[in-house]
C-alpha cells in the first residue's frame, strides 16, 4: 500500500525558515515526479513546486528565490526548504507522487507565518 507521509509544519515568524519533508513507502515503480502544492483557507489548491526524476524543477512565482525543492530518488523523499517566509505562504502543505498515471497524495502539514 502506497504511503505520503509530510513533516516538518509548523509555526514560525515572517522572515523565517522551515523545512518541510515527504517520504513515499510501498511504491512498487519508478516515481515519475514528486511536488509540493498548497491550499490555503478559501481558497483552491496550488502549486508550489515540483521537481522531475531527472531533477528539473518548477516553482510558482510567489515561491521563486525563496523556496528550494530536492529529492532522493533511492530514498523517494522529497524536500522543501522555505526561506523569507511571508504570512501569504500560510496554508496546509501538500505532498504529491507521481508513479505512471496516478497522483499520491500526502494528508498535509500546516504552516503558519505570523506577521
Known amino acids: 500500500q502506497v504511503q505520503v507521509v509530510e513533516s516538518g509544519g509548523g509555526l514560525v515568524q515572517a522572515g523565517g525558515s522551515l523545512r518541510l519533508s515527504c517520504a513515499a513507502s510501498?511504491?512498487?515503480?519508478?516515481?515519475?515526479?514528486m511536488g509540493w502544492y498548497r491550499q490555503a483557507p478559501g481558497k483552491q489548491r496550488e502549486l508550489v513546486a515540483t521537481?522531475?526524476?531527472?531533477?528539473?524543477?518548477n516553482y510558482a512565482d510567489s515561491v521563486k528565490g525563496r523556496f528550494t525543492i530536492s529529492r532522493d530518488n533511492a530514498k523517494n523523499t522529497v524536500s522543501l526548504q522555505m526561506n523569507s517566509l511571508k504570512p501569504e505562504d500560510t496554508a496546509v502543505y501538500y505532498c504529491?507522487?507521481?508513479?505512471?498515471?496516478?497522483?499520491?497524495w500526502g494528508q498535509g502539514t500546516q504552516v503558519i507565518v505570523s506577521s
Open positions: 521537481i522531475t526524476s531527472g531533477g528539473s524543477t
Open positions: 504529491k507522487t507521481v508513479v505512471g498515471p496516478v497522483d499520491y
Open positions: 510501498g511504491i512498487m515503480f519508478r516515481i515519475n515526479a
